[in-house]
């Protein structure tokens, strides 16, 4: 079993095409707003505020109205009301394809009862996998805010679909970003990509476009892994384990098996692409 999105369950089961799951998800971000791209449309904060707003969050863990009273010098009051316009005209995926004529209310509520039991068991299914991993609480820990940070960069929603121990093989599809965090433990994160996610990421990280491929692409999403390893390492000290990160790998892509043992793969799913996180313990060897 494997968790996603509704609009990826609708894909799956052949109720929708991707042409139509496209859509959805392009009238989503034309019509919802964050807070603060509401609090300029509102002339509470001018925009080179919320573009640094934007970037705090981008890069710490710290819950966007913290951030937008901070910065933006909002009152409690101000930051309330914006949610509650946010959350009222906020288009979700099912709203999304009736309004482009994909399907019917009637098409989404028949589906989404069954969507809703069969994550309710999947969620279940992953903590408990997570729990058993090897060397449990440090392997979550990677995997946990690998997945948090790379959805808060790349502004894409972003959930973990499964997790697994199984030989390692980077798919030809894929470019590989990897950090070994070494110390009282040797473990490596890995980060497998495809071009989609890397340009999302990296336009996330520098607030523009790049060309794809590039060198300047490629160490954009480095920093990303970087801030991972340096979270991971503050996180699993309270194990009691002095770790420090070395500096971020970018390895290319093409089906190169970079472990011959088995390694802890945990897919993360966004709302149309996918990508995957392993991680390599001390038993592993790292990469």
């Not at 970003?177 to 980060?191: E, K, L, N, P, W």
């Not at 979270?231 to 098996?257: F, K, M």
Request: hydrophobic residues 40%.
């Amino acid at each position: 079993m494997a968790t996603m999105f509704f609009g990826q369950y609708l894909l799956g089961k052949g109720v929708i095409d991707r042409e139509a799951l496209l859509d959805a998800l392009d009238r989503q971000r034309q019509s919802n707003f964050s807070l603060p791209e509401l609090a300029v449309q509102q002339k509470l904060i001018k925009r080179d505020q919320a573009t640094a707003i934007m970037a705090r969050y981008r890069m710490s863990d710290a819950p966007i109205e913290g951030i937008l009273a901070e910065i933006g010098g909002l009152g409690q009051d101000q930051v309330e009301r914006l949610q509650r316009q946010q959350r009222s005209s906020w288009l979700r995926i099912g709203a999304a394809l009736v309004e482009g004529g994909h399907l019917s209310d009637e098409e989404i509520a028949a589906n989404l009862e069954e969507y809703r039991s069969l994550e309710s068991a999947t969620d279940q299914e992953i903590r408990r996998a997570m729990h058993h991993l090897p060397d449990s609480e440090a392997v979550s820990t990677c995997v946990e805010l690998t997945a948090f940070h790379f959805g808060r960069v790349s502004l894409r929603p972003a959930k973990l679909g499964s997790v697994s121990v199984e030989p390692d093989v980077l798919e030809s599809d894929r470019h590989r970003f990897s950090q070994r965090i070494v110390g009282d433990g040797d473990y490596t994160i890995a980060v497998d990509l495809p071009p989609v996610l890397i340009a999302s990421i990296a336009r996330g990280m520098l607030g523009f476009e790049i060309e794809a491929g590039s060198e300047t692409e490629a160490d954009a999403v480095c920093e990303v892994i970087n801030l991972i390893g340096g979270n991971a390492c503050t996180r699993i000290e309270q194990l009691g384990r002095l770790l420090r990160p070395e500096p971020p790998v970018w390895s290319g892509s093409g089906g190169v098996v970079s472990q011959p043992g088995p390694v802890v793969r945990a897919v993360v799913v966004s709302a149309d692409e996918e990508f995957d996180i392993r991680v390599f313990t001390p038993t592993d060897g790292g990469l």
